[in-house]
């Protein structure tokens, strides 16, 4: 009974692990393409012709996988694992997610506010009026300007908390 594909396949595994070094003079690197040649000859094992030579068919697919990976990195350029350089300027997501949370949980406690409070909070907080300015626009006293944007600042304030 004539050796399948896998027993010969094993069998040049210390040859392709050389050859590989040679091309790669990387040992993580030569183990990987090793292994994608494997896989590749496995999925297109009925490619082989039985009497030929089965090394000659091994290399040409782990020179050939290896060429190929060379091509690619030519049109990709280099490529670096980010989590290695811990040092690199970048927003943070996960900040700006809490941002907007954060955010929508005050327009939602500013939109709970009884109508003269946020009158009050926008036109001194939002449009930067000054509390006279406020007062005349809405037509009360200036401490009332003061009384109720100190209340709806302590109602956002509970509520924002709360959240």
């Known amino acids: ?10 069998a040049m595994l210390p040859r392709l692990r050389r050859y590989a070094l040679a091309l790669c003079r990387s040992a993580t690197q030569a183990d990987d393409l090793v292994q994608a040649a494997c896989v590749r000859a496995l999925a297109n094992a009925a490619s082989w012709t039985p009497g030929t030579r089965f090394d000659a068919w091994m290399f040409r697919i782990l020179r050939n996988h290896w060429i190929d990976g060379l091509r690619r990195s030519r049109t990709e350029g280099p490529t670096e694992d980010v989590e290695e350089h811990t040092s690199l300027v970048g927003e943070n997501g996960e900040a700006r997610v809490m941002e907007k949370l954060v955010l ?57 908390d709360a959240a």
């Open 1 to 10: 009974m004539p050796p399948t594909v896998g027993q010969e396949m094993v």
């Open 104 to 160: 929508g949980d005050v327009r939602r406690a500013i939109e709970a506010l009884p109508a003269e409070q946020r009158d009050v909070l926008m036109l001194v907080c939002v449009e930067e009026m000054s509390y006279q300015e406020t007062a005349d626009i809405l037509g009360v006293p200036i401490g009332t300007v003061m009384s109720r944007l100190s209340r709806a600042r302590k109602r956002i304030q509970d509520l924002t």
